[in-house]
């Protein structure tokens, strides 16, 4: 399965499992990502971190290790 980090700019997904352990998965589910809910990547820094997504009609900013540890088809 792949992971928000690797999705393309432009396309929209849809959480299927949170990686990850104690404060920073918490971290994650408090910002408002969750099992089932969509996600379209709007952009990516020229490094790749962080990226820009929206998320429940909000932008939110994620580095990439957060970015790996939700996974999405």
């Given at each position: 399965m792949k992971t928000?980090?690797?999705v393309a700019c432009g396309q929209t997904v849809t959480v299927k499992?949170?990686?990850g352990a104690g404060p920073v998965k918490r971290r994650?589910?408090?910002m408002g990502?969750?099992?089932g809910v969509s996600i379209y990547v709007r952009k990516v820094?020229?490094?790749g971190d962080p990226i820009e997504v929206t998320v429940r009609g909000y932008e939110l900013s994620l580095?990439?290790?957060d970015a790996e540890m939700i996974e999405v088809e």
């Open positions: 928000l980090r690797e499992k949170l990686s994650i589910m408090d990502i969750t099992k820094a020229p490094l580095r990439k290790a």
